[in-house]
């Protein structure tokens, strides 16, 4: 029972820095983990002290497990793999005898990595240990610490542990000495998700016609907040439907329905909606779709769709530009076009579903960050307060109840605007949402192409935003990667495939 269920993978050679793509930084920093374990003595020698651990952190599927992975592979050392909940046992001792077993496993193999998945795990904030489960799990902590502080000059062992909460982690585990490298994996942005696709792609058996560089790119400027594993399932999903159709080859229908699949889910046709209730999505995705078209700092449609999903009624992609400041009329056109559909239900039907939650949430969101956190709001000021709006539940204020009732009106009165705003427009528009409604309901997906067919151009001097992807995913010249980062094959993108891909 003391014995950990460790895996220990002696071969990881075949898990490299090639196949983790879209986070150079996050590479470089464990590099050096990879170079110390290759030839420890080099640093040894000067008296360097080098990291014993580092925390990775980040969403689910960011691709923590590979980068711990790749690091093993790189330096060609025994990769030992273990999750945090195994040490959760409530019989006594039982915890920190798994640590001991699994870090006796790790001095002999040495050099070698430890990877402890899911750390959060035991590595809580220790509390005031009162119940049983709560001092069992301290004691395991404990354990954790006493092994990795008894490394010495010669116990080569690295000790790689991921987290998708790092704020809950412990500070103990955080000293200087411990996991003091922290390593954030982020989503990947649109040059990133462009190399993960790569990544997955090329192993497939594409239609002879598809390019391979030209694919990633569309495919990374249709998946905007993709997680890598998400991305890799669209591409074994797109495989797995080539296959089912008896097809010789993946062809790029088959990437737009994976693409669809993951964003929604499986398609339900064993459920159809009721007439009423589809008219009533279509005209709510239509209200957003026109609000959008209209709005010039809305994310421009991409395609929306009311076909029901496993994940619920109908999806929309926008094309998001990935900004990283937004101004406050970004912001409020943005609360517009969430509103959209709401306020297209209080139009059409004039009665209102409770479809829009997720709407309404998010407005109420943003509303709360422009005045709480971005000093938005002329009447709170230039403050920032912290708050955890995700969990829906303000617990601790750091302001004074005045100043509570305060921000709750200014709230109130941004998103009162923002509806008053959209509703107009709705209003002026009402023939358009109408337009798009019926043909959504017709055909029952609608993209870029009919918006403009059914609505004219977007009214925006805008330099089409869409070959302006085209231009952003053409990478520019790369700085050569680092030794020991070398990526094989760094392609010279082809110039000449941007624009009017998207169109
Ligand atoms: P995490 O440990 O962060 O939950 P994983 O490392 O298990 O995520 O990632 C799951 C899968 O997603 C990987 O096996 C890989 O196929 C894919 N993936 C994730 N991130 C990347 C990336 N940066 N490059 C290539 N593939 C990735
Ligand atoms: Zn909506």
């Not at 030839?39 to 969403?59: F, V």
């Not at 990769?79 to 001991?100: D, H, K, L, M, W």
């Not at 001095?107 to 069992?136: H, L, Y």
């Not at 709705?426 to 043909?439: D, G, Q, T």
């Amino acid at each position: 029972m003391n014995a950990s269920n460790a895996k220990i993978i002696k071969e990881t050679g075949n898990v490299c820095f090639k196949d983790v793509a879209g986070c150079e930084e996050a590479k470089l920093e464990v590099l050096e983990l990879v170079s110390f374990l290759k030839s420890p003595n080099q640093y040894h020698d000067l008296g360097a002290k080098i990291p014993k651990g580092a925390l990775l952190s980040g969403s689910p599927g960011t691709g923590k497990t590979l980068l711990a992975k790749a690091t093993a592979g790189e330096a060609n050392v025994p990769f030992i793999t273990v999750n945090g909940s195994e040490f959760q046992e409530v019989f006594v001792g039982v915890g920190p005898a798994r640590i001991r077993d699994v870090f006796s496993m790790a001095r002999k193999m040495a050099p070698c990595i430890v990877f402890i998945d899911e750390i959060d795990a035991v590595g809580r904030t220790r509390g005031n240990g009162s119940c049983i489960w709560q001092s069992e799990q301290e004691n395991t902590l404990n354990q954790l610490l006493v092994e990795m502080d008894g490394f010495n000059s010669s116990t080569n062992i690295v000790v790689l542990a991921s987290t998708n909460r790092a704020d809950l982690l412990d500070p103990a585990l955080r000293r200087p000495g411990r996991f003091d490298r922290h390593i954030h994996l982020g989503l990947p942005d649109l040059k990133g998700r462009a190399s993960i696709f790569k990544v997955h792609l090329r192993p497939l058996k594409l239609e002879p016609g598809l390019n391979l560089e030209e694919l990633s790119r569309k495919l990374a400027a249709q998946t905007p907040g993709f997680t890598g594993a998400e991305m890799a399932s669209v591409c074994n999903e797109a495989a797995l439907r080539a296959a089912r159709h008896l097809s010789q080859c993946i062809r790029a229908e088959h990437f737009e329905q994976a693409v669809e699949r993951v964003i929604g889910g499986l398609e339900k046709n064993t459920q159809p909606l009721q007439l009423l209730e589809k008219t009533m999505v279509a005209y709510h995705k239509a209200g957003h779709a026109v609000a959008g078209w209209f709005l010039e700092h809305a994310e421009p449609l991409l395609k929306v769709s009311i076909a029901p999903r496993g994940r619920g009624l109908g999806y929309a992609q926008y094309l998001s530009k990935e900004l990283h400041l937004l101004s406050q009329d970004q912001l409020f056109d943005r609360m517009c076009m969430m509103l959209g559909g709401r306020v297209a239900e209080q139009v059409f039907f004039r009665l209102i579903t409770t479809g829009a939650r997720d709407d309404l949430r998010k407005v109420t969101q943003t509303a709360y960050e422009q005045v709480v956190q971005f000093g938005m709001n002329k009447v709170v000021g230039q403050v920032s307060y912290d708050l955890h709006l995700q969990q829906n539940a303000v617990t601790e204020k750091p302001y004074s109840e005045s100043a509570a009732q305060l921000i709750d009106q200014e709230v109130r009165s941004l998103v009162d605007d923002a509806f008053q705003r959209t509703l107009q427009l709705v209003v002026n528009k009402k023939e358009m949402v109408e337009k798009v409604a019926k043909r959504l309901l017709e055909k029952e997906m609608l993209d870029r192409a009919d918006m403009v067919e059914l609505l004219g151009p977007r009214p925006f001097q805008e330099k089409g935003l869409y070959e302006e992807y085209g231009e952003a995913l053409d990478f520019e010249e790369e700085t050569p990667p680092p030794e020991g980062l070398k990526d094989g094959q760094k392609n010279k993108e082809d110039k000449q495939t941007k624009s009017a891909l998207y169109l």
